[in-house]
């Protein structure tokens, strides 16, 4: 490994001035994404900020209506804490299925998020909630909307000098209800397949559907069709179902070693069709 500079920096102030400075700069928080890439010396670097110093970092709270989940935030604990449980329960139940037990006891939500790989589950859930993903610079605070911060293959739209400080997720409640399902080939390993499904009642109809999907395409992706197909609608198995083949049938998966294009297509319509049905039983106040 070639030589690199590491700085463990105790406030986001010198988080900021580090990455505005040093050339190929990257961030560490769990390294569960970055050593693997050190290892293969697949990434060119000079200089690692080591985030784990930084002090009143590590923080799950609850305020304004949102859960807000520090830079250093450990998967397993916002996977056990009980104020995601209480007023976000989806990002509890996906933190929970990270990965095994040691890539959950290091690896973040916020590293997770900045990184963007097209299979990692945070990323899915940021675009499906519209989360708020907070970034830092030397130039100030930016909040950038979930739904539109990924473009794809570990693109998103943080600037070079700009490194993810919180992210914030609503609460989610009845009449809106979310369910999520993901396919992996074995236990600890990244998903295959991923679909999340949000969505709203008023009146016992669709007021509100979102779907997106993820690990087959290069990031988060929105179901247009599926959406179109629920929306003003009652939600019934039928319907449900007609959504589930249109999320299968739309969707552009690659033929390779996890699969055919036909078997991930199927796997599609069963995922879409369980997180559907679990998002509609959550909006009407079910479990
Ligand atoms: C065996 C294995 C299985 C896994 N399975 C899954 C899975 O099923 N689902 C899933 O979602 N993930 C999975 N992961 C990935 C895991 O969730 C990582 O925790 C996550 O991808 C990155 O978080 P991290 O804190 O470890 O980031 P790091 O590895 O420390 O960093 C990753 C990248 O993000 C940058 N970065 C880190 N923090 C920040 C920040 N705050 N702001 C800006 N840039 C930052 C780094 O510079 C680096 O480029 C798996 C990993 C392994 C090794």
Known sequence: MRDFTYICPESIDEVC???SEQENAFIIA?????????????ADLSCLIDINGLKNANYIT???QKVKVGPTARHAEVANSETVQNHCLVLSQVASHIGDVQ????????????NADPAGDPPILCALLDTEIQANSIRGETTYSGSDFFHGFYATDLEEDEFVTE???PEISPPTGVGYEKWEPSEGAYPVATVGALITLEAGSISEAKIVTGAIEPGPTFAEEAIDILVGQKPTTELITQAAI????NSDPIDDAEGSILFKQELMKTLSKRAITTAVTSAQGGA
């Open 246 to 249: 249109s999320v299968g049938e």
């Open 62 to 64: 609850f305020e304004d």
């Open 167 to 169: 992210v914030r997720f």
């Open 17 to 19: 001035q580090l990455l």
């Open 103 to 114: 890539v959950r006891n290091r690896g973040t939500i916020c590293g997770s998020v900045a």
């Open 30 to 42: 769990g390294g569960q994404s970055l050593l693997p890439l050190l290892r293969l010396r697949a």
